[in-house]
C-alpha cells in the first residue's frame, strides 16, 4: 500500500534523498521538507501559509502563476533546499473504489483494466489518468480486491503546472486518503477524520486499503463560525480562540455554558458522519472490523474534541502526530509543533511517499 499511486501515468518513482510533500488546501497551503539520512528520516522544514484569494475554484486551481510565484518565494524566504516535490489532488473529483476482479496476474489485471476502467469511472474516456494495486482477497475464493483511483487530467495538470512555475519538479502525484495513511501507525483497520478549514472527509480503511472516502459538512470552518456568532466575534477573533483557548468542550465553564452546548451539538453531528459512514462500510463489509479513529487536520486540534468523540462514538479516538516516526528540528517549539502537527499529515504522506521508496 506505501507505493500506491505515486505515480499518475507519465509520473513515475524516482528516489532521492531530500523531497518536498506540498499539499494545496482550500484555505491553507503544507509545504514540508523531508530527508532521509543513514536510514533515519528527518524533518528539516515545515510551513503553514493561508491560500490566497482566487486561486482555486470548485477544486481546480485557477490561479497557477500566481500560486507558483508564492510556492517560489516561500522556498527561498524558509531556506528549504530540495527541489523535487510530491503534490496531491483532491476533492470530488478524485474517484476511488474498490472492485472485485478474478484472480489473475499483475500483467493479466492491467489488461482487463484497461479495458474495463469505464465502466466504473465518471469520466470520459481518454480525460483522466488512472492507477490500481492489489489490495487482498475476496470474500469469493477465485476473486481478489483491487483498489482503483482516477483523476481528471485537467486537474493533475493545473497542480503539476503549479509546480512547475515554482521552479520545481514533480516526483509524483498522490491523493491524500493514501498519503495520510503513509503517516500513520496502526491505522490498518481504523477511520480517519481529516477536519480541513473548508473541506472535511472520513476515510475508511482496512487492511491500509481506503475502502470508503466520504465528504462530510462539519468542518473547522463550522466550529469558528459557531464560537464567532456565540459570542459576537469577528471571524479572524473567533479563529484565535478556537486555535488558543483550553477547555472550550468542557462542560464544568460555567461562563461558557452556551458555547459549550452549541460546540457539543457540532460534535454530536461529527459523530453521527462518522457512524453512517461506518454503517455504510459495514453493510457491504459484515466481519470487517474498525477499531480506532484518529483525527488529523487543522479542525482536529480543537481540545478535547478527541474526547467527546471517544464519549459519543465509545471507541477509542486519537489526534494524529504524522511526525511519529520523524525526528523533529532542535528549533521547534514541541508545543507549538504539537498544536499545527496535525495540519501537515497530508504534506509529510507526500514526502515519504518518495524518501521510503
Not at 110 to 122: G, H, S
Not at 263 to 288: C, D, G, P
Request: glycine share 6%; proline share 3%.
Amino acid at each position: 500500500m506505501n507505493n500506491l499511486l505515486t505515480k499518475i501515468d507519465k509520473y513515475f518513482h524516482k528516489h532521492s534523498d531530500s523531497i518536498l510533500g506540498i499539499d494545496i488546501g482550500t484555505s491553507t497551503i503544507k509545504i514540508v521538507e523531508v530527508n532521509r539520512q543513514k536510514g533515519q528520516l528527518f524533518l528539516r522544514n515545515a510551513v503553514l501559509l493561508d491560500l490566497p484569494a482566487n486561486i482555486l475554484e470548485d477544486g481546480y486551481i485557477i490561479g497557477i502563476t500566481a500560486l507558483g510565484t508564492l510556492l517560489q518565494q516561500t522556498i527561498a524566504k524558509n531556506g528549504i533546499k530540495a527541489q523535487e516535490a510530491v503534490v496531491a489532488v483532491s476533492g470530488r473529483s478524485i474517484f476511488v473504489r474498490e472492485v472485485a476482479f478474478p484472480t489473475m496476474t499483475k500483467d493479466e489485471l492491467k489488461e482487463a483494466i484497461k479495458w474495463d476502467m469505464e465502466k466504473y469511472v465518471p469520466f470520459a474516456p481518454g480525460s483522466y489518468y488512472h492507477d490500481f494495486a492489489i489490495v487482498g482477497k475476496s470474500s469469493e475464493e477465485a476473486e481478489m480486491k483491487v483498489l482503483l483511483v482516477a483523476a481528471p487530467q485537467d486537474l493533475v495538470s493545473t497542480v503539476v503546472s503549479t509546480v512547475r512555475a515554482a521552479g520545481l519538479k514533480t516526483l509524483a502525484v498522490d491523493i491524500e486518503s493514501l498519503a495520510i495513511y503513509r503517516s500513520l501507525s496502526g491505522a490498518e483497520n481504523a477511520v480517519v477524520v481529516d477536519l480541513g478549514g473548508q473541506a472535511a472527509q472520513v476515510i475508511v480503511y482496512q487492511n491500509g486499503s481506503p475502502c470508503v472516502t466520504r465528504a462530510i459538512p462539519i468542518n473547522g470552518q463550522r466550529f469558528t463560525e459557531t464560537i464567532m456568532r456565540v459570542l459576537e466575534l469577528e471571524y479572524a477573533e473567533a479563529e484565535t480562540l478556537k486555535q488558543r483557548q483550553r477547555n472550550l468542550l468542557k462542560k464544568d465553564l460555567e461562563d461558557e455554558s452556551v458555547l459549550h452546548t452549541q460546540l457539543s451539538v457540532l460534535v454530536s453531528e461529527l459523530a453521527k458522519e462518522i457512524r453512517r459512514t461506518l454503517e455504510y462500510f459495514q453493510m457491504q463489509n459484515k466481519y470487517a472490523v474498525v477499531d480506532k479513529v484518529f483525527l488529523t487536520g487543522g479542525g482536529a486540534k480543537l481540545d478535547n474534541l478527541a474526547q467527546q468523540l471517544a464519549s459519543e462514538l465509545d471507541m477509542f479516538v486519537a489526534v494524529h502526530n504524522p511526525t511519529a516516526n520523524l525526528s523533529i528540528p532542535p528549533a521547534f517549539d514541541p508545543a507549538q509543533w504539537q498544536e499545527i502537527a496535525p495540519q501537515f499529515s497530508v504534506a509529510i504522506g507526500l514526502a515519504l511517499a518518495e524518501v521510503t521508496a
